[in-house]
Nanobody, 114 residues
Framework: QVQLVESGGGLVQPGGSLRLSCAAS????????MGWYRQAPGKQRELVAAITTGDTTNYADSVRGRFTISRDNAKNTVYLQMNSLKPEDTAVYYC????????WGQGTQVTVSS
């Protein structure tokens, strides 16, 4: 049973923007704080942004001021608006609840390159 589906990635030039979406099953979305994670080649997966059920947000230092996480309760969807993208933002992006995790989705590739 697929519970997390990420979309919206792509190839973008440095300084560009992308908006990622994560559709979650209703029971997962409504009861949990959610996060966007990323994994670059050869690196560990890291949490870049989180949002609570009460819409409190938190960000990794590397993305604060450039990324915005939000959630739409009517659509059971979490978004990640990414602005001023840098080559070091290149990674596969995943969403999941905060620990303990559930099964990971397929992720969406973000490539920042000129």
């Amino acid at each position: 049973q697929v519970q997390l589906v990420e979309s919206g990635g792509g190839l973008v030039q440095p300084g560009g923007s992308l908006r990622l979406s994560c559709a979650a099953s209703r029971i997962i979305f409504r009861l949990n704080d959610m996060g966007w994670y990323r994994q670059a080649p050869g690196k560990q997966r890291e949490l870049v942004a989180a949002i609570t059920t009460g819409d409190t947000t938190n960000y990794a230092d590397s993305v604060r001021g450039r990324f915005t996480i939000s959630r739409d309760n009517a659509k059971n969807t979490v978004y990640l608006q990414m602005n001023s993208l840098k080559p070091e933002d290149t990674a596969v992006y995943y969403c999941n609840k905060l620990t303990p995790f559930i099964s990971w989705g397929q992720g969406t590739q973000v490539t920042v390159s000129s």
